[in-house]
């Protein structure tokens, strides 16, 4: 085990059996034009989360530890995507329709391409959600818990976007499936400054509720003393 100073107190780092999973960094939700922005939001504020990532990245890669990717997608015909999902709000695209990245959040579409920053890595696990949480309704036809279990995966450590929503679900069901759950504070964002820090605090509230956070300097520093590059 791997002692990590964490909130709300340490978190004991199993190595192994810690997947890195990062929370639909696509370009739909990063980059002009695709479904962030034409949500209004100011798509900008997630670029931060990259660098954090991509330095988790390499130490999970260097220590041959699995990583799990999530895409936020739509199948072509929209049969997974429910209308009061497309329905909501008053977005100027919505999701399916046209835009400069190809159809919004429609898989194998550009926009639904996560950044190249960020690009899986051969071998690494790339799930396609309808959802906002990971474990509903996934590309996986045996679903998600049962291919974690069966990688003996206990640990799930979160980074990505959005906090309060994608990432946010997805380790609210991950700790309802008994995993133990990390977010990585300076390797997720929001469009939101007081909604990410909102949702840090609910998740480490209350003893560590949904999990534990920390930040990626303190994690690194962690694997660097106690668990060696391959
Ligand atoms: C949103 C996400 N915000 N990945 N998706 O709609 O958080």
Redesign the pocket.
């Known amino acids: 085990m791997i002692a990590l100073a964490a909130r709300p107190f340490e978190f004991a780092l199993a190595p192994g059996r810690a997947a890195l999973v990062v ?2 960094m ?1 370009r739909d ?1 990063i980059e002009p034009g695709g ?2 922005a034409s ?1 209004g939001n100011d798509v900008g504020r997630l670029r931060p989360a990259i660098a954090p990532i991509a330095a988790l990245l390499a130490a999970w890669r260097a220590r041959g530890w699995p990583v799990l990717h999530t895409r ?1 997608c739509h199948r072509s015909d929209l049969a997974d995507c429910p209308p009061a999902k497309r329905e909501r709000g008053r977005p100027a695209l919505r999701i399916g329709d046209v835009g400069p990245m190809g159809r919004v959040l429609i898989a194998g579409e550009p926009g639904a391409e996560i950044i190249p920053e960020l690009a899986p890595a051969r071998g690494e696990w790339v799930v396609d959600k309808p959802g ?1 949480g990971m474990f509903c309704n996934t590309c996986l036809p045996e679903g998600l818990h049962a291919r974690l279990q069966a990688a003996g995966i206990a640990q799930l450590v979160f980074t ?3 906090t309060e ?3 946010q679900t997805s380790m609210r069901e991950a700790n309802d499936r008994g995993y133990e759950c990390l977010v990585v504070e300076d390797a997720t964002e929001s ?1 939101f400054p007081e909604y990410k820090a909102a949702a840090l605090a609910m998740i480490t509230a209350q003893g560590g509720i949904v999990g534990w956070s920390a930040p990626s300097g303190a994690l690194l520093a962690a694997l660097e003393a106690a668990a060696p590059r391959r």
């Open positions: 929370i639909d696509q939700f479904f962030g949500l936020e906002k990505g976007v959005t929503v994608c990432v469009y």
